[in-house]
Nanobody, 123 residues
C-alpha cells in the first residue's frame, strides 16, 4: 500500500514556474513507476509525465516537453514536477500516481493516487 500527498500548487502568472512535490508513504516506493496526471474542469484526466523506479525515461506528454521536468528521490520517498513557462491551459488539478505496470501513460497503469493539488495559471 502506498499513500501519496501532493503539494506545491497555487496561482501563478503565465510564464511563471511552480514545483509540485509528492510525498509517498511505504517502504516500497522505490519499486514503483511514478507519474503525474492532470485534470482540467470538464476534461478527462490526462498524462503529464512519468519516471520509472530506476529513474528511467523520463516520459512526457508532448504538450509539456521542454517545459516540465519530473524527478524522484527514492531515499526521501519523493517525486517532483518542475513546471516552467506555464500557460493558462496548464490550469488543472495535478495528481501524483504510483504503479507497477510496464507502461506509464494511462490512468489504468497506476494503482495509487493522491488527492491532487490545484494549479491555476492566469493570463
Amino acid at each position: 500500500q502506498v499513500q501519496l500527498v501532493e503539494s506545491g500548487g497555487g496561482l501563478v502568472q503565465a510564464g511563471g514556474s511552480l514545483r509540485l512535490s509528492c510525498a509517498a508513504s511505504g517502504r516500497t516506493f522505490s519499486t514503483y513507476t511514478m507519474g503525474w496526471f492532470r485534470q482540467a474542469p470538464g476534461k478527462e484526466r490526462e498524462f503529464v509525465a512519468a519516471i520509472t523506479r530506476s529513474g528511467g525515461g523520463p516520459y512526457y506528454a508532448n504538450f509539456v516537453k521542454g517545459r516540465f521536468t519530473i524527478s524522484r528521490e527514492n531515499a526521501k520517498n519523493m517525486v517532483y514536477l518542475q513546471m516552467n513557462s506555464l500557460k493558462p491551459e496548464d490550469t488543472a488539478v495535478y495528481y501524483c500516481a504510483a504503479g507497477n505496470s510496464a507502461f506509464w501513460s494511462g490512468s489504468y497503469d497506476y494503482d495509487y493516487w493522491g488527492q491532487g493539488t490545484q494549479v491555476t495559471v492566469s493570463s
